[in-house]
């Protein structure tokens, strides 16, 4: 089965670095378009980035644009996001998710497997 499991999370202060990681298993990990969420206390879920399935298109949220980048490495089924210049904005639990697509042209809308999420807290 389909298992999506986050780490690296964990606490910083404002203006570091963080990156975390996603191990894929149970499918063709190289096959699909992959994803990053967060969901803050009391907001929404949200988009952060995604990228397709051999890497060669990233996008981002405007919030994130600039400060984090998300890559992956198929040999080794794990999805990466390099966070920095981090922000108390930032903080969230953040969570890796998959596209039933290989592109992503489906958004944001469009993930049917998730992670059990990393907390990722940023102080001023």
């Known amino acids: 089965q389909v298992q999506l499991v986050e780490s690296g999370g964990g606490s910083v202060q404002a203006g570091g670095s963080l990156r975390l990681s996603c191990a894929a298993s149970?499918?063709?990990?190289?096959?699909?378009?992959m994803g990053w969420f967060r969901q803050a206390p009391g907001k929404e879920r949200e988009g952060v980035a995604r990228?397709?399935?051999?890497?060669?298109?990233?996008f981002y949220a405007s919030s994130v644009s600039g400060r984090f980048t998300i890559s992956r490495d198929n040999a080794k089924n794990t999805l990466y996001l390099q966070m920095f210049s981090l922000e108390p904005e930032d903080t969230a639990m953040y969570y890796c998710?998959?596209?039933?697509?290989?592109?992503?042209?489906?958004?944001?809308?469009?993930?049917?497997?998730w992670g059990q999420g990393t907390q990722v807290t940023v102080s001023s």
């Open positions: 990228i397709d399935s051999n890497g060669s298109s990233r």
């Open positions: 149970g499918y063709t990990f190289g096959s699909y378009c």
């Open positions: 998710a998959r596209s039933p697509r290989y592109d992503c042209s489906g958004g944001y809308s469009a993930f049917d497997y």
